[in-house]
């Protein structure tokens, strides 16, 4: 696609609730990363992914935040048991390549707000 | 123990004057810096970075300016149009500070007509 697609865009659960966000990247993007950006406050990482490999996911909160990309291309962030402080913007980011050196150029996505009750 | 702080939450300036964004980091090991803008209901898109070795880039109407001794780089937007209303992020990587992008907590510009 022409860019970063994320879906749903706005999603509320009641807490205790799982929920699952989808994240089509730009087509021939091997990295993918996930960020959580809560009210006022810039992005935090979340997780990275090269290809179908999960190379870092040191941002994740807790064990109740799972992401996998199975086939190299769509990401899913599930979060398990929502709890409040869940409630932020889940970004979706791809590139090219993720080299070892240059500017980390991102492309994201409109973001996935989830509110939970 | 946030590493790229932008302390300044909003900034307003006419239209046609100079809007002059900071941003303060604390990791020596960050090789480049980047300016991200976001519109409401939109993702960040990238607007200009620098590399750790230069002092300044300039991109038509929007000027980076680093000083690597004082920590601090600065975007510079002249002149500023109403357009340009959004809030700025500044970001870092670097090889050996994980490689990810690392986000301040933005700066929302408001340019009066």
Redesign the interface.
């Known amino acids: 696609g022409a860019g970063?697609s994320q879906s749903p865009r706005y999603k509320v659960a009641k807490r205790g609730q799982d929920v699952a966000l989808r994240c089509d990247p730009i087509s021939g993007h091997v990295s993918l990363?996930w960020?959580q950006q809560a009210l006022?406050?810039?992005?935090?990482?979340l997780t990275?992914f090269q290809n179908e490999a999960q190379l870092?996911k040191?941002?994740l909160p807790s064990d109740r935040f799972f992401a996998e990309r199975p086939e190299g291309s769509v990401s899913t962030l599930k979060i398990q048991r929502t709890q409040q402080e869940d409630s932020a913007v889940y970004?979706c980011?791809s590139s090219l390549a993720?080299g070892?050196?240059?500017?980390?150029?991102?492309?994201?996505?409109?973001?996935s707000r989830l509110t939970v009750l | 123990d946030q590493q790229v702080k932008q302390n300044s939450p909003s900034l307003s300036v006419q239209e046609g004057r100079i809007s002059i964004l900071n941003c303060d980091y604390t990791n020596s090991m960050f090789d480049y810096f980047l300016w991200y803008k976001k519109y409401p209901a939109e993702g960040p898109t990238f607007l200009i970075s620098i590399s750790s070795i230069k002092d300044k880039n300039e991109d038509g109407r929007f000027t980076v300016f680093l000083n690597k001794s004082a920590k601090h780089l600065s975007l510079h937007i002249v002149p500023s149009q109403p357009g340009d209303s959004a809030v700025y992020f500044c970001a870092a990587n670097g090889r050996n500070a994980g490689n990810m992008l690392t986000f301040g907590g933005g700066t929302r510009l408001m340019v009066k007509p």
């Open positions: 970063v990363f960020y006022g406050q810039g992005p935090e990482f990275y870092d040191s941002g970004l980011a993720f070892s050196t240059g500017a980390n150029v991102l492309t994201f996505g409109a973001g």
